[in-house]
């Protein structure tokens, strides 16, 4: 069975740091690609970040280049999201996904930054 449980969202000052987490069981990280997508209030859902599973080639929303890293750590079958120099923007819902043969996605995970 196929879970994806995501933490390490928060409320943090704008320029702050966030490490976001998605701990994944029924599959194995390495072997798909995984997605970050985010949703904020009255938005449509976006993709902010990308991993391959051949290589660790990675894609991310222009909005966020520079300022995201998207990781993946086997041993921990754990795909992380690494946030720097937030700002009130970026504050969403943050979503780890992966595509099988239907998509699969976390409850998310709330991100809040503000003064």
């Known amino acids: 069975q196929v879970q994806l449980v995501e933490s390490g969202g928060g409320l943090v000052q704008p320029g702050g740091s966030l490490r976001l987490s998605c701990a994944a069981s029924g599959f194995t990280v390495r072997e798909y690609r995984m997605n970050w997508y985010r949703q904020g209030a009255e938005k449509e859902r976006e993709l902010v970040a990308t991993i391959s599973n051949i290589g660790r080639s990675t894609m991310y929303a222009d909005s966020v280049k520079g300022r995201f890293t998207i990781s993946r750590e086997n041993t921990e079958n754990t795909v992380y999201l690494q946030m720097n120099s937030l700002k009130p923007e970026d504050t969403a819902v943050y979503y780890c996904?992966?595509?099988?043969?239907?998509?699969?996605w976390g409850k998310g995970t709330q991100v809040t930054i503000s003064s």
């Open positions: 996904n992966v595509r099988m043969t239907v998509d699969y």
